[in-house]
């Protein structure tokens, strides 16, 4: 099924099924816009790339209804678990950088107090 066999079988109401995705293409579209949408918000919310790049990841999965080879197949299933590794450094690294500025904010604050004199 190519992109625009798709849009033609949506626009007739027909469910398209693909071979390698075991929903129809309606459900796919709804998961991939629930999904999407919520890592966006959690990146305009959070600032974290990590949730950036798994929206991406979400919406690089409709290739799967666009394109009928299967090395399409295998790339797009290369660049998910490329963005997957991707996203988990990134998370290791933000929460190391987290938590070395809490460290650090920490000892600014035991620093700025005033010591009591008896």
């Excluded at 959070?46 to 991406?56: E, G, M, N, S």
């Excluded at 938590?99 to 010591?115: H, L, T």
């Amino acid at each position: 099924m190519n992109i625009s066999s798709l849009f033609l079988a949506l626009k007739a109401g027909k469910t398209a099924i693909s071979p390698l995705f075991p929903f129809p293409v309606t459900l796919h579209l709804v998961f991939v816009f629930i999904g999407t949408a919520f890592f966006v918000w959690q990146f305009t919310v959070k600032k974290r790339p990590q949730h950036l790049l798994l929206a991406v990841g979400f919406v690089l999965s409709l290739g799967l209804w666009m394109f009928e080879q299967r090395t399409v197949y295998y790339l797009i299933g290369i660049l998910e678990v490329l963005l997957l590794a991707a996203a988990l450094v990134c998370s290791i690294i933000w929460n190391r950088k987290e938590k070395s500025a809490e460290v650090s904010r920490s000892q600014d604050s035991e620093k700025s107090e005033p010591e009591e004199q008896v």
